[in-house]
């Protein structure tokens, strides 16, 4: 699959939120242009009634990462797949991606996605004491093997402060969860969502 340039990936609350469909209008309306949709307890219906209030404009920007059958009833723009996944899905859509916890995995499975996320590369956010896997010289030694390049998306801790690290190590662009959603699930303060989403687009950029 092609390589594609990116910025900064958001991955969803695991749980649904009051105001969320508003924040992601948000986002959408600022330059976000991949959304994963990762709810693991939700059931189909529940996945249904999520994506039918949000602008049907922004479907195309949206990755699921279960009940892949939504891909028959809106057009979004893909599928995400962890380590339960032997076999890629024979699902119809243009972006296929996976994630991934080790450089074993990146090299089996980069052929055949449009990206992949490598974690944790920091010290989780959303998951508390889950710690960073890798230590620098290992990163920069997979940059300079090509294990990282731009298919490869760094997910795990990712703030204001480690996003500077990211194109340093030759991720493609990085995702983010805690650093997002873990004020937001808290306060319900849109306008600071925003102001993080804006400074990380701004940070991997210089």
């Known amino acids: 699959m092609n390589n594609i ?24 309306e600022n330059g976000l242009t991949h959304y994963h949709l ?3 307890e939700a059931d189909k219906n529940s996945c249904i009634g999520f994506l039918e209030q ?38 119809v859509c243009p972006h296929k991606s996976r994630s991934c916890h080790s450089f074993e995995e990146v090299l089996t499975y980069k052929p055949f996605y449009n990206y992949l ?5 920091f010290d989780s956010i959303s998951k508390k004491g889950y710690q960073s896997a890798f230590v620098e010289e290992e990163l920069r030694i997979a940059k300079r093997k090509n294990i990282i390049d731009n298919k ?21 662009g990085a995702a983010v969860l805690g650093y997002l959603w873990d004020d937001f699930s808290k306060t319900r303060n849109l306008n600071t969502l925003l102001n993080r989403f804006l400074l990380l687009q701004q940070q991997i950029k210089i």
């Open 152 to 172: 490869v998306i760094a997910l795990g801790g990712v703030n204001q402060k480690t996003i500077s690290s990211i194109a340093s190590y030759g991720f493609g």
């Open 5 to 28: 340039n990116l910025n900064i990936i958001v991955l969803s609350p695991s749980v649904f939120l009051d105001e969320e469909i508003e924040a992601m209008h948000l986002l959408f």
């Open 117 to 121: 996320f490598l974690s944790p590369i």
């Open 38 to 40: 990762r709810k693991p």
């Open 54 to 91: 949000i602008n049907p404009d922004f479907h195309t920007r949206i990755i699921i990462h279960n009940h892949f059958e939504l891909i028959d009833y809106f057009d979004l723009k893909g599928i995400h797949l962890n380590s339960y996944y032997t076999e890629i899905p024979q699902v």
